[in-house]
């Protein structure tokens, strides 16, 4: 079983600064994708930003130039720092790994429960 655990979330003032983690527990070989993404009241659940285990990353449009995708293989965690937060940013941030029993066979999603964030002056 796998499993995951998102942290960070919480009350932020407009134009501020917050850092969200998740770290995944569990027997595997290799999580090929971490990702973030977030779903607003009345919205779609939307992609926030991937990174693959090459390291390669994108960005949903909205967050991009603003939050930093980050993965530690090691400490198998995933990290998001969003600068310069705006109103819409709010919603509930869920990571997402793509977890690997065996190294390039199918690769199985995973979800965390989700961390709420709230951009509010």
């Known amino acids: 079983q796998v499993s995951l655990v998102e942290s960070g979330g919480g009350l932020v003032q407009p134009g501020g600064s917050l850092s969200l983690s998740c770290v995944v527990s569990?027997?595997?070989?290799?999580?090929?994708?971490m990702a973030w993404y977030r779903q607003a009241p009345g919205k779609q659940r939307e992609l926030v930003a991937a990174i693959t285990d090459y390291g390669a990353t994108n960005y949903g449009d909205s967050v991009k130039g603003r939050f930093t995708i980050g993965r530690n293989d090691a400490e198998k965690t995933v990290s998001l720092r969003m600068n310069t937060l705006k109103l819409d940013d709010t919603g509930v941030y869920y990571c997402?790994?793509?977890?690997?029993?065996?190294?390039?066979?199918?690769?199985?999603?995973?979800w965390g429960q989700g961390t709420q964030v709230t951009v509010a002056s």
């Open positions: 997402n790994a793509a977890v690997q029993t065996t190294r390039w066979l199918r690769a199985d999603s995973y």
């Open positions: 569990g027997t595997f070989d290799n999580i090929k994708t």
